[in-house]
């Protein structure tokens, strides 16, 4: 069944679509933050292990040409 009592420019409706609009648009930037923090904090934790890849040091002597 259909509900033929409202009309096509209902201000109801089109108020109802913007706010799940603005909704969605906030929920997806409140997404893009969180992963930032995450990617971020991740980085971060890997700036130690970088160091400690320091390249080896040899105990004999380096040979010339």
């Known amino acids: 069944m259909q509900n033929f009592?409202?009309?096509?420019?209902?201000p109801t409706g089109i108020a109802t679509g913007r706010m799940y609009q603005t909704m969605i648009e906030q929920s997806r930037f409140l997404a893009?933050?969180?992963?930032?923090?995450?990617?971020?904090?991740?980085?971060?934790?890997?700036i130690p292990f970088c160091l400690l890849l320091s390249p080896v040091k040899s105990e004999g002597s380096?040979?010339?040409h």
Do not use: C
Not at 5 to 10: A, C, E, L, N
Not at 34 to 43: N, P, R, Y
């Open 5 to 10: 009592t409202t009309q096509v420019g209902d």
């Open 32 to 46: 893009y933050i969180d992963v930032f923090t995450i990617l971020s904090a991740v980085a971060l934790l890997l």
């Open 62 to 64: 380096a040979g010339a």
